[in-house]
């Protein structure tokens, strides 16, 4: 069993967000960065998993980024994983990035390919979706629960007001959300292993970016919470009914 | 050329999110001077004509029973005939769940630019370019699709539905399903609730409501105005409620016209999963609980002592 645990780094889930260059760039100054947690707490944590209970399986992790996504890679290496691979480019393409990671596992013969159900900067939930077409494998997203017997997984997807169950032969590529796994965190043996373990750097496959970003902007800012006495809760919900007309 | 709007189901019906999409559309069809069709997978219980009150002309229907169920693989293999047989130059999802697993499968499939998340009409001034929602609803980002076929992916409860009197003709569209790789084996549906995703009004609780015993405070507001529940992470963690009713950064984010939180204190990561929402209520008993900087209304209270009167007050309004 061969596994492709794909990682993005992103901004901590407390940065301040705001822009640089005439709003073009995120302002990274002063931000902590982290291993976008769907990946973390889920997708690479279910492999993990998978690997403890079939220590033949093969684990690598792959990203897609510049020389200072590595420190996030050894990180993710610190949780587990054989080895990492490192794509040396950086874009906001999600099918450029997708065209890298499905070049990657096409070479690894990988039997399943794990995402986060999305990264938590660009909230595309998209890098799954294209990996799988552009394999042309099985995709089930925003999987809750993955067992797996044999080469046919069984694997339960969130749907609107539910969950329905589904089961796929390999390979596959699943994005993985909550109750695929729990957080870990990462042991000082992990930590040391880590360092040595290998991180190829390779160079991209030539690939189209489809969409580009023009710019960002914040939202405006709230006008302020309106506060109504705690011996007077009618009065609230008269203002969700006569100001707001909400309810 | 046209608009071709993909309206999903579940059994046999045509999802709320799917509405909207299609709302959305018909209006961007009118944008380019185009026509807004409509595209229905699958066997269907509804009466697909009536999809016209939302502004599309046509309804093509692939009524294959083997596309009853999502996979991700067929549905984009099916889509990307339907795009090129129909020459659709734009595509519309809905970024609901179904949305996330087949638009970028079709995206890759047609190398068509796919923007997933928008919350906006695309500003055709100066090409085609799409707001969407990034870092977790702190920030938006106008993005540019640069490719002749661009598909959009619209985030549920962002686009208001227009409604026009018309009917939609409907053109059965004969498209090679092949068969699903993808085996359904069981469908666990809460019957009867407001599927979170969709829902307009959210009452939601944390830890402040001390015990699932106190849940009656939710979901009597929640019954009493038609409303979906929801709750914070530690209240799933601590299994007081089912995860799949935890919202924020590491659950469901939502962006409902009325979110209503009792005893949550707001931290960032359950805020990234809230702060669209159109309204946000806050009671809490805690004056400096971050939740009412990000509120348009709040109650400095204690919620056991403020909610029972906040439902009586709506059980006179609605007059049950």
């Known amino acids: 069993m061969k596994i492709l645990v794909c990682i993005s780094k992103t901004p901590d889930t407390t940065a301040k967000i705001a822009f640089t260059d005439n709003n073009t760039k995120f302002a ?80 690894g013969q990988y039997d399943l390919v794990f995402t986060g159900k999305e990264t938590i900067d660009y909230n595309g939930s998209s890098i799954g ?102 011996d007077n809760p009618e009065e609230l919900v008269r203002l969700l009914h006569e100001e707001a007309k909400i309810i | 050329m046209s608009v071709l709007i993909f309206a999903d189901q579940f059994e046999g019906h045509i999802k709320k999110s799917s509405y909207e999409a299609l709302s959305y559309g ?142 939609a003709a409907i053109n059965n569209l004969t498209i090679s399903a092949g068969s699903p790789r993808v085996k359904i084996t069981a469908t666990n549906k809460v019957s009867g609730a407001v599927p979170l995703g969709e829902a307009e009004l959210v009452i939601s609780g944390g830890r402040g409501l001390k015990g699932p015993e106190n849940w009656g405070l939710v979901e009597d507001l929640a019954n009493l105005i038609g409303a979906a529940t929801a709750c914070s992470r530690a209240v799933a963690d601590a299994h007081w409620r089912p995860h799949h009713e935890h919202v924020g950064q590491t659950g469901l984010a939502i962006a409902p016209n009325l979110y209503f939180a009792i005893g949550i204190s707001g931290a960032i990561q359950h805020l990234a999963g809230v702060n669209r929402s159109k309204v946000i209520v806050v009671v809490n008993k805690d004056p400096e609980a971050p939740f009412f900087k990000a509120a348009d209304y709040g109650i400095v209270g204690d919620a056991f002592e403020v909610m029972p009167k906040v439902i009586e007050a709506v059980r006179k309004l609605k007059g049950k």
């Open chain 2, 26 to 167: 018909a209006k961007l069809a009118e944008m380019m001077g185009t026509s807004a069709e409509g595209l229905v997978l699958g066997t269907i219980k509804d009466d697909l004509s009536s999809l016209g009150k939302y502004g599309v002309n046509k309804i093509h229907h692939v009524n294959d029973a083997s596309l009853d169920h999502l996979d991700a693989q067929q549905y984009a293999a099916v889509i990307a005939d339907a795009v090129k047989q129909l020459q659709a130059t734009v595509v519309v999802f809905s970024n609901n769940l179904s949305g996330k697993a087949v638009a970028p499968r079709l995206s890759a499939r047609l190398k068509a630019g796919l923007v997933a998340g928008a919350v906006a009409l695309p500003d055709l001034s100066n090409g085609f370019v799409v707001k969407k929602n990034v870092f977790s609803g702190k920030a938006f980002a106008q993005i540019a699709v640069k490719t002749d076929i661009k598909i959009v992916a619209l985030n549920p409860n962002s686009y208001s539905i227009t409604m026009v009197d018309g009917t």
């Open chain 1, 129 to 230: 979706g294209m990996v799988a077409e552009l394999l042309d494998m099985p995709f089930i997203s925003l999987a809750v629960k993955f067992e797996l017997a044999g080469t046919t997984a069984t694997v339960t997807r969130e749907i609107e007001g539910g969950e329905e169950v589904a089961e796929v032969n390999l390979p596959m590529v699943v994005s993985c959300q909550k109750g695929v796994a729990e957080a870990r965190i990462p042991n000082m043996r992990g930590i040391m292993a880590a360092r040595t373990k290998p991180l190829k750097v390779v160079d991209p496959a030539a690939a189209e970016t489809l969409t580009e970003i023009v710019s960002f902007t914040l939202p405006p800012a709230k006008a302020g919470v309106k506060l109504v006495p705690a």
């Open chain 1, 28 to 107: 990274t100054d002063g931000v902590q960065w982290i291993i976008n947690p769907y990946d973390e707490w889920y997708a690479l944590v279910r492999a993990l998993e998978l690997k403890e209970k079939d220590p033949a399986t093969v684990l690598h992790l792959v990203t897609v980024g510049s020389a200072d996504t590595e420190p996030i890679i050894r990180k993710a290496l610190a949780l587990g994983g054989d080895e990492a691979i490192r794509v040396n480019a950086d874009s906001h393409d999600s099918y450029y990035i997708a065209a890298q990671i499905a070049e990657i596992a096409r070479q």
